[in-house]
Nanobody, 114 residues
Framework: VQLQASGGGLVQSGGSLRLSCAASGSIFSGNGVGWYRQAPGKQRELVARITSVGTTTYTASVKGRFTIARDSAKNTVYLQMNSLKPEDTAAYYC?????????WGRGTLVTVSA
């Protein structure tokens, strides 16, 4: 299994980034998928999730700013992040929901400067 997240980078407060996560094989097929993040010194948290039929939910801190989407044909999920804030700085990972795989991949680092 491979989960390859990409698209992170350094952005100013108020800016936008679009993250992508490609999975090997069809691990996403029929499963809910989520974007998680882990800031330095903090626990990993689930910030957005999308079911196999496209229903989305978001944690309160990103609601209205982040949008999760999936392309089942490409085994890829996306996270459009707008109006970024310094507190969004973290390593971002994708994985299954509600029970993530033990394998997390390398994630992609998002740094938002004030």
């Amino acid at each position: 299994v491979q989960l390859q997240a990409s698209g992170g980078g350094l952005v100013q407060s108020g800016g936008s980034l679009r993250l992508s996560c490609a999975a090997s094989g069809s691990i996403f097929s029929g499963n809910g998928v989520g974007w998680y993040r882990q800031a330095p010194g903090k626990q990993r948290e689930l910030v957005a999730r999308i079911t196999s039929v496209g229903t989305t939910t978001y944690t309160a801190s990103v609601k209205g700013r982040f949008t999760i989407a999936r392309d089942s044909a490409k085994n890829t999920v996306y996270l459009q992040m707008n109006s970024l804030k310094p507190e969004d700085t973290a390593a971002y990972y994708c994985n299954l929901v509600p029970i993530p795989l033990n394998y997390w991949g390398r994630g992609t680092l998002v740094t938002v400067s004030a």
